[in-house]
């Protein structure tokens, strides 16, 4: 049984996520965290450019999206998607943690950042975190599984 | 060799595979060699230029890498060569990007290019200036062995050294 609470969105359904690393073993990771906490698989992408199109395609609930890969890289990525989804949650995943890389994440639109190695618990709290704030996920606001909720 | 540039991939790989690996780990002894560097399994090369230039190899012997490979997918692997190939890719890129960011929150810039796997019969060649520090990491799954070369750019060391103490 997982020791985590399921994360779900208002209207009771899995959070759809869109996974991207041009590692497999990292999207095999992550996607393994994510369905621990209850979360389904949009779609998945190995660089930048594949993940705009799989985010055109899917409109995921939360973008889990690694900084540095082929053709285009994580950053430019995130601006192009929050520039056509101003309400795109996307989260930086990358073993690259200094300063200037995460503000440069966070100026483009991501809502926060996970270093690699990821810790479950840590991955867990942040989703949390940016799925609390509601009103970016129109009419479907995330709440834990057996949260009640007025 | 400067140690102050060697701990940081040091601590960066001994916390990477304590999380990933999730098991202890322990650092063995630490060795300087000079010239080409021997293989042991599967390498994955990783060149920093700027303001400290070299090279870290991380090698680890194809079982190994399988073992590894379990661990981080959380589920059977197959045994083949492209599943090793990235496995040791994944592990190097994650040991070099937290050793980055300890490096580059001390003030140092540079570039870090992909890792290059070597999976041939071949040494790895070593400039005629290469003294590397050489350690292996034990790990649950096997031996994890690092090589690293590191060293500041001259013209930045001379500006380093021309800075006068205060007293």
């Known amino acids: 049984m997982s020791q985590f609470a399921a994360l779900l969105r208002k209207d009771n359904q899995p959070v759809r996520y869109l996974v991207v690393d041009d590692s497999v073993f990292a999207r095999k990771n992550i996607i393994k965290m994510v369905q621990l906490f209850g979360g389904e698989i949009a779609g998945e992408a190995g660089d930048g450019l594949t993940a705009i199109a799989e985010y ?34 996307i989260v930086m995943v ?10 440069a994440a966070l100026q483009k639109g991501a809502k926060h950042f996970v270093q690699k190695p990821v810790k479950p618990e840590v991955l867990y709290e942040i989703l949390r975190y940016v799925l609390s704030d509601d009103a970016a ?3 479907a606001p995330v709440a834990l599984a057996g949260e009640h909720r007025s | 060799m400067r140690m ?32 080409a560097y021997h293989r042991k399994g599967v390498a994955a090369l990783i060149v920093i230029k700027g303001d400290i230039e070299g090279r870290v190899i991380l090698d680890l012997a194809p079982d190994v890498a399988l073992k590894v490979a379990a661990i981080l997918t959380g589920g059977e692997v197959t045994d083949s060569e492209q599943v090793v190939r ?10 070099i990007g937290n050793s980055v960011t300890l490096l580059n929150d001390q003030g140092y810039r540079f570039k870090v290019f992909p890792p290059e796997i070597h999976m041939n019969d071949q040494g790895l060649a070593g400039s005629r200036d290469t003294e590397a520090m050489v350690l292996a990491i034990e790990t649950t799954c096997g031996n994890i062995y690092l090589n690293i070369a590191m060293h500041h750019l001259a013209r930045r060391r001379r500006e380093r050294d021309s800075v006068p103490v205060s007293s």
């Open chain 1, 137 to 139: 996920l129109a009419g």
């Open chain 2, 86 to 95: 990235e496995t040791v890719c994944e592990l190097a890129n994650m040991v």
């Open chain 2, 4 to 35: 102050d540039l060697i701990q940081p991939f040091i601590n960066a790989a001994d916390a990477v595979f304590a999380e990933s690996l999730q098991g202890p780990t322990k650092i063995g002894d630490l060795l300087m060699e000079e010239g």
């Open chain 1, 56 to 89: 055109n395609r899917t409109k995921p609930d939360i973008v889990l999206m690694d900084i540095t890969m082929p053709q285009m890289e994580g950053i430019e990525a995130v601006e192009r998607i929050v520039r056509q989804y101003s309400e795109a949650r």
């Open chain 1, 94 to 103: 990358s073993s690259v943690g200094y300063q200037e890389n995460i503000l």
